[in-house]
């Protein structure tokens, strides 16, 4: 079975940091560009940033733009996020997901919560 | 950054019925890479429609895409009860990513 599970969410106050993780299986993980799209509960979807299938080419949305570092481990099928100097507005629920044709998202986890608060 | 804005935000509808939403981009998008998700409550987002007009693996052929440019749809040809979630359309563009706010099925 294709899966994507993330983990590493839970509350951080502002201006700390937090890494996230997502553990792939059931496909060949190093063949794929992977990505992060984050939701505020009750809200819309926001684009995080990607990775191409060897790690040459990455790119992040411009409200994470220097204080998130997207990176994976082909050897260990995961996809991390390290995320720097958080804001209350970085509060969501934090999804990965497979980049398949079209520049689409054709496979999702079920999220891990990010909360940041004092 | 492209911007999507789908309308309208929420539609009140009856099983059976024909749907047709909406997503407009403030620039022209490639059709290649246009795509439309459902998300039902607690639930991630599934992939229905990428490249505009191509169903995702195992979509009924009931969901159908559309568009070029800056105007795009996804229609509904007759509505199941589990049709009725959020709708969201997704684009890509000069290594950028963004979805629309997304549009809502109610039961009527």
């Known amino acids: 079975e294709v899966q994507l599970v993330e983990s590493g969410g839970g509350l951080v106050q502002p201006g700390r940091s937090l890494r996230l993780s997502c553990a792939a299986s059931g496909f060949s993980f190093d063949n794929y560009a992977m990505h992060w799209v984050r939701q505020v509960p009750g809200k819309g979807l926001e684009w995080v940033s990607g990775?191409?299938?060897?790690?040459?080419?990455?790119i992040y949305a411009d409200s994470v733009k220097g204080r998130f570092t997207i990176s994976r481990d082909n050897a260990k099928n995961s996809l991390y996020l390290q995320m720097n100097s958080l804001r209350p507005e970085d509060m969501a629920l934090y999804y990965c997901?497979?980049?398949?044709?079209?520049?689409?998202?054709?496979?999702w986890g079920q999220g891990t919560l990010v909360t940041v608060s004092s | 950054e492209i911007i999507l804005t789908q309308s309208p935000g929420t539609l009140s509808l009856s099983p059976g019925e024909r749907v047709t939403l909406s997503c407009r981009a403030s620039q022209s998008v490639s059709s290649n890479y246009l795509a439309w998700y459902q998300q039902k409550l607690g639930q991630a987002p599934r992939l229905l429609i990428y490249g505009a007009s191509s169903r995702a693996t195992g979509i009924p052929d009931r969901f159908s895409g559309s568009g070029s440019g800056t105007d795009f749809t996804l229609t509904i040809s007759r509505l199941e009860p589990e049709d009725f979630a959020v709708y969201y359309c997704q684009q890509y563009s000069s290594s950028s990513y963004s979805f629309g706010q997304g549009t809502k099925l109610e039961i009527k």
């Open positions: 990775i191409s299938s060897n790690s040459g080419d990455i």
């Open positions: 997901v497979r980049r398949s044709d079209g520049r689409a998202f054709d496979i």
